[in-house]
């Protein structure tokens, strides 16, 4: 009966994380969906409100590393200055995956189709949860 009762608690607790993580993956997601609706409508202030709004967010891209959430801002305003610019952005994801509780690695591709010509590339971000909200900590665009 003990070893019964075992297994019954080790199959609630193997249940309870993969809900968990399930859950965490879909609001992952949403974070996502909500930043590709962001751009889309040419709100990069919106788009970003998905980032760490802190000096410690760390973006790589073609031009090095950028830290701060009001500096990577920035470079999207100088580097998207128009809708022309923005286009329409969609993601592939790959794979979303735990690194430890409340952080997960995302990667993917990122597609713009836009009037001064399209932009494809790759990205790794790492997500975290900050106050009750998923939110980029590192991204690693090319």
Known sequence: MKKLLLLFCILLTINAISQTEAADKEAILSVLKTQEKAWNQNDLEGFMQGYWKSDS?????????????QKTLDNY????????????????IEAITKIE?????????FHLVRD???ANGVFLIIFRKIEGEWKVIADLSC
């Open 101 to 109: 509780d409340d952080s997960y690695y995302v990667m993917g591709q």
């Open 57 to 69: 967010l760390k973006f790589y891209g073609s031009k090095g590393v950028t830290n701060g959430w």
């Open 77 to 92: 305003r100088k580097g998207y200055p128009s809708k022309e610019y923005t286009g329409t952005l969609s993601f592939t």
């Open 116 to 118: 001064v010509g399209n």
